[in-house]
């Protein structure tokens, strides 16, 4: 069993920055896709980021290009999105993800495991 433990959100003005982390209760390795995703009131879940836990590739959404860095310290237990230049339209709930493989990494209903969120609010 795979335990995912988000934290980091808050409330920013835009063009604010903050830095989420999602912590691994304990290194499954058969989870090597670890993923952001995001959902706003109304909205469907939206995947943000993933970075594959083995080989470092990450992939981003086209919204968040350029503002948003996935990133995992040396152990591979820890997860980090560091959001700057943050909008409006980035709040919602943050999830931290993990699945086996990143192939089609979008895609919410391919994880097997999920945290329970933290919010981020960015205020205009």
């Known amino acids: 069993q795979v335990h995912l433990v988000e934290s980091g959100g808050g409330s920013v003005q835009a063009g604010g920055s903050l830095r989420l982390s999602c912590a691994r209760s304990r290194r499954f390795i058969a989870s090597n896709c670890m993923a952001w995703f995001r959902q706003a009131p109304g909205k469907e879940r939206e995947g943000v980021a993933s970075i594959d836990s083995i080989g470092g590739s990450t992939h981003y959404a086209d919204s968040v290009k350029g503002r948003f860095t996935i990133s995992q310290d040396n152990d591979k237990k820890t997860m980090f999105l560091q959001m700057n230049s943050l909008k409006p339209e980035d709040t919602g709930m943050y999830y931290c993800?993990?699945?086996?493989?990143?192939?089609?990494?979008?895609?919410?209903?391919?994880?097997?495991?999920w945290g329970q969120g933290t919010q981020v609010t960015v205020s205009s």
């Open positions: 993800a993990a699945r086996q493989l990143c192939e089609d990494w979008v895609r919410a209903s391919g994880y097997n495991y």
